[in-house]
């Protein structure tokens, strides 16, 4: 008799994480007795031992045996083959973070503004969890810039790969680069007799 073949599983996988799909391959199996009448009692499927997926944070593949009752036998071969998805959940964080500003002229002084953005995040749940605002920096180039007030888009560098930038607030800051102010000189006291 041809029983489909369904997936048994236990345990909890990891936080953050969620099942995605379970396969199975043969998806049906034939099964034989020397008794017809425990073959014509069994239901329309068998399961497959259980597969244990405690804390598993990625695909579990693995060949399985099947679960029959005494007396019942598999025609060919012993094991299914079982492929169960496994992905991290994905979402959103944002993030507050300084403006840092590179390849400043040497003779020039910067004023930004805003000096914090807000940077919208999207990955991986486990991984957005462990960012801290050193894995990012938010830069703005001033190079070949010369004096004046210039509205400029700020970068988003990011070190963990999984994770995209989906948005920068504002999109666009303000850097005034003006030279620095020259000291204006004291007058050199004069000692009165």
Excluded: C, H
Aim: aromatic share 4%; charged share 20%.
């Amino acid at each position: 008799r041809e029983l489909a073949v369904q997936v048994k599983t236990e345990g909890q996988w990891a936080r953050g994480y969620r099942l995605t799909n379970i396969t199975v391959s043969p998806p049906t199996v034939t099964v034989f007795s020397v008794d017809p009448e425990i073959v014509n009692s069994l239901p329309g499927f068998v399961e497959t031992l259980p597969i244990d997926l405690t804390d598993a944070s990625d695909d579990v593949e693995t060949n399985v045996e099947l679960s029959l009752p005494e007396g019942v036998s598999l025609v060919g071969r012993e094991t299914v083959f079982v492929q169960v998805g496994i992905a991290a959940i994905e979402g959103n964080l944002v993030m507050n973070l300084p403006v840092e500003i590179i390849g400043l002229n040497p003779e020039l002084e910067v004023v930004v503004s805003p000096d914090f953005v807000d940077v919208i995040l999207f990955g991986p749940l486990p991984v957005l969890e462990t960012l801290t605002p050193e894995n990012i920096r938010v830069v703005v180039d001033v190079t070949g810039l010369e004096a004046g007030t210039w509205q400029v888009i700020p970068l988003v560098d990011i070190l963990p790969d999984e994770v995209q930038e989906d948005g920068i607030n504002p999109g666009i800051v303000e850097v005034i680069l003006a030279p620095p102010p020259t000291p204006t000189p004291n007058p050199a006291l004069t000692p009165t007799p």
